[in-house]
């Protein structure tokens, strides 16, 4: 049987030009790891919304798995701005394998 190590992931929906500020953020918390996916459409507070480039600004989805730790130091750092920048923050457990590279 495989062995899992319980992990956190962070999901942060971010306007597509914080990505850099995103990925220094978490790069000061100890997360050098994560992916940025593309985010299509959405329905929020201000209604729906397309990236479809004509007067919206397109959205990313920043995705990292890490300890505690890190995204504990993570969230404290983006704590100021989430209101901001209209930042959506998820964290949830995972169970992942090999569980020394997270």
Known sequence: ?????????????????????????????????????????????AGAWRDEGFGTVAKKMFVALSNREKVGALLELLAPDIEHYGLVVAVYDVEVVRGERF
Do not use: F, N, Q, Y
């Open 1 to 45: 049987m495989i062995t899992t190590h319980t992990r956190k992931r962070i999901d942060v929906l971010v306007d597509a030009p914080l990505c850099d500020w995103l990925v220094e953020r978490a790069a000061s918390a100890g997360i050098a790891h994560h992916s940025i996916l593309p985010v299509e459409s959405g329905l929020g507070r």
